[in-house]
């Protein structure tokens, strides 16, 4: 009998095999997930915030007013729409002088974010020259499911959030460190002008550095406490500039409605995003790390959160993964790396 010779697929096969996939999760998931969960969406969670009055009566008080950059571009994107189109009612279960147009400036501005979101998130996720894993693609599609269940919570500015951060995780990987403070610093002067959850890219840049190796420590360091100075400023600045007493959280609620069954939940996916992270830096000592250096933001979700918000976990996640996925590429540039050189 004559031996079954051994096909290997070509070089060239597997990489357009691999740019087809990287096209199909590019465009694909942000249409299913724009058309399920942010067209024609009836939220009644989000309260009375669908049309132009409701609108500035929640996000221009408290601290929802320091959280400015996501709703001045909802507010443009909505003048853009009333000045080609005419507005009418659209019944919303919570918000009885609900707008159409005012509806659809929601979906614009999220549909927008997350589409770019996904696109970077695919960016990070995949090595270059590198054929997708199993595991990062289940990374990917479990970080996917928990953002699109969280956009039920809608808000303006949640999907700029995700998107500013992946601007953030990349920036560090540019060769040039001028091009990288650069990039950087617009994620976090953006970040900071649009919500407080911004101050976890800095967590996360100092756990990776903790944890690299002595070249790419330093460059970590310096770009987290970088990114903190520049959070710092602008969190600050926005509490004194703004007129109205400064607040730092809106109320304590102590979780909120459902406080402790959410919490449960919460800590379930945030195990199975650990477990998946975990796989290729078999390392637990960079969550605990990054857990203690997140320790304000996490008290004070704690203190004033609605836990059932899935997207008060999100940016948590992003970190995790960051972390994890980031300290596995350190481990093997280095592992690859001729005696006694390391790569940032």
Same mark, same amino acid.
């Given at each position: 009998?004559?031996?079954?010779?051994?096909?290997?697929?070509?070089?060239?096969? !597997?990489?357009?095999?691999?740019?087809? &996939?990287? /096209? $199909?999760?590019?465009?694909? =998931?942000? #249409? *299913? %997930?724009?058309? +399920?969960?942010?067209?024609?969406?009836?939220?009644?969670?989000?309260?009375?915030?669908?049309?132009?009055?409701?609108?500035?009566?929640?996000?221009?008080?408290?601290?929802?007013?320091?959280?400015?950059?996501?709703?001045?571009?909802?507010?443009?994107?909505?003048?853009?729409?009333?000045?080609?189109?005419?507005?009418?009612?659209?019944?919303?279960?919570?918000?009885?002088?609900?707008?159409?147009?005012?509806?659809?400036?929601?979906?614009?501005?999220?549909?927008?974010?997350?589409?770019?979101?996904?696109?970077?998130?695919?960016?990070?996720?995949?090595? !270059?020259?590198?054929?997708?894993?199993? &595991?990062? /693609? $289940?990374?990917?599609?479990? =970080?996917? #499911? *928990? %953002?699109?269940? +969280?956009?039920?919570?809608?808000?303006?500015?949640?999907?700029?959030?995700?998107?500013?951060?992946?601007?953030?995780?990349?920036?560090?990987?540019?060769?040039?460190?001028?091009?990288?403070?650069?990039?950087?610093?617009?994620?976090?002067?953006?970040?900071?002008?649009?919500?407080?959850?911004?101050?976890?890219?800095?967590?996360?840049?100092?756990?990776?550095?903790?944890?690299?190796?002595?070249?790419?420590?330093?460059?970590?360091?310096?770009?987290?406490?970088?990114?903190?100075?520049?959070?710092?400023?602008?969190?600050?600045?926005?509490?004194?500039?703004?007129?109205?007493?400064?607040?730092?959280?809106?109320?304590?609620?102590?979780?909120?409605?459902?406080?402790?069954?959410?919490?449960?939940?919460?800590?379930?996916?945030?195990?199975?995003?650990?477990?998946?992270?975990?796989?290729?830096?078999?390392?637990?000592?960079?969550?605990?790390?990054?857990?203690?250096?997140?320790?304000?933001?996490?008290?004070?979700?704690?203190?004033?959160?609605?836990?059932?918000?899935?997207?008060?976990?999100?940016?948590?996640?992003?970190?995790?993964?960051?972390?994890?996925?980031?300290?596995?590429?350190?481990?093997?540039?280095?592992?690859?790396?001729?005696?006694?050189?390391?790569?940032?």
């Amino acid at each position: 009998m004559k031996r079954a010779k051994n096909i290997t697929r070509p070089a060239a096969y !597997k990489s357009a095999e691999q740019r087809g &996939l990287f /096209l $199909a999760l590019a465009t694909v =998931i942000p #249409l *299913v %997930v724009v058309f +399920s969960m942010q067209v024609w969406q009836r939220s009644a969670y989000s309260g009375t915030v669908f049309h132009l009055q409701g609108f500035i009566n929640v996000y221009g008080t408290s601290v929802y007013k320091y959280r400015v950059l996501g709703s001045r571009l909802l507010l443009e994107i909505y003048y853009f729409l009333t000045r080609h189109y005419t507005d009418h009612p659209f019944l919303m279960p919570g918000d009885s002088h609900a707008t159409f147009l005012f509806y659809a400036a929601y979906c614009v501005i999220n549909s927008i974010f997350f589409s770019l979101f996904n696109l970077l998130l695919l960016i990070f996720i995949w090595d !270059k020259g590198k054929v997708l894993s199993d &595991l990062r /693609l $289940a990374q990917y599609f479990f =970080i996917v #499911l *928990v %953002v699109a269940l +969280s956009s039920c919570a809608v808000t303006p500015y949640d999907q700029l959030a995700y998107f500013l951060m992946l601007v953030a995780f990349l920036s560090v990987k540019l060769k040039s460190s001028w091009r990288m403070y650069f990039v950087l610093g617009a994620a976090a002067i953006a970040g900071s002008l649009n919500r407080e959850t911004e101050f976890l890219i800095t967590p996360a840049l100092l756990t990776v550095g903790l944890f690299a190796g002595p070249a790419g420590s330093k460059r970590f360091y310096h770009a987290g406490l970088y990114h903190l100075f520049l959070f710092a400023i602008f969190y600050v600045g926005l509490r004194v500039f703004l007129s109205g007493k400064p607040e730092v959280t809106a109320a304590f609620i102590y979780g909120g409605k459902w406080g402790l069954a959410s919490l449960i939940v919460a800590v379930a996916l945030f195990y199975i995003g650990f477990k998946l992270a975990i796989r290729e830096y078999v390392n637990r000592r960079p969550t605990i790390v990054l857990l203690i250096l997140s320790a304000p933001y996490i008290i004070t979700i704690l203190l004033s959160g609605e836990i059932r918000e899935l997207r008060l976990l999100v940016p948590l996640l992003l970190c995790l993964f960051f972390v994890y996925i980031e300290l596995a590429r350190l481990k093997t540039e280095n592992e690859d790396a001729p005696d006694g050189q390391e790569y940032v």
